[in-house]
Nanobody, 124 residues
């Protein structure tokens, strides 16, 4: 399976930016996509965005479209989530995940491996 290590979380002001990184190792050849989810205490894990591991195709949740951007560095086996124009409602623990399937990638249960999560806090 794929091992994922996240970094880049922290505190930002509304309107500010953060970039999250997700470094992958292990059986990355078996994965089709890297997805990003976020979770607030007491709420279900929410889909944020997904990028195709090999082709770079992206899909974003409406809540972040136009503000967040996915990218990847194949040489470093690392995916990035650039978060701009941050809002207080973006505050959550953010998780990256790897999926072997190409289907239902907005659903958390479709993913096989998960990062440890990184806290993002946006103040007003």
């Amino acid at each position: 399976q794929v091992q994922l290590v996240e970094s880049g979380g922290g505190l930002a002001q509304a309107g500010g930016s953060l970039r999250l990184s997700c470094a992958a190792s292990g059986r990355t050849f078996s994965s089709y996509a890297m997805g990003w989810f976020r979770q607030v205490p007491g709420k279900e894990r929410e889909f944020v965005a997904v990028i195709g591991w090999s082709n770079g195709s992206t899909y974003y949740a409406d809540s972040v479209k136009g503000r967040f951007t996915l990218s990847r560095d194949d040489a470093k086996n690392t995916g990035y989530l650039q978060m701009n124009s941050l809002k207080p409602e973006d505050t959550a623990v953010y998780y990256c995940a790897a999926a072997r399937t190409r289907f239902r990638l907005t659903v958390a249960a479709s993913y096989d491996s998960w990062g440890q999560g990184t806290q993002v806090t946006v103040s007003a």
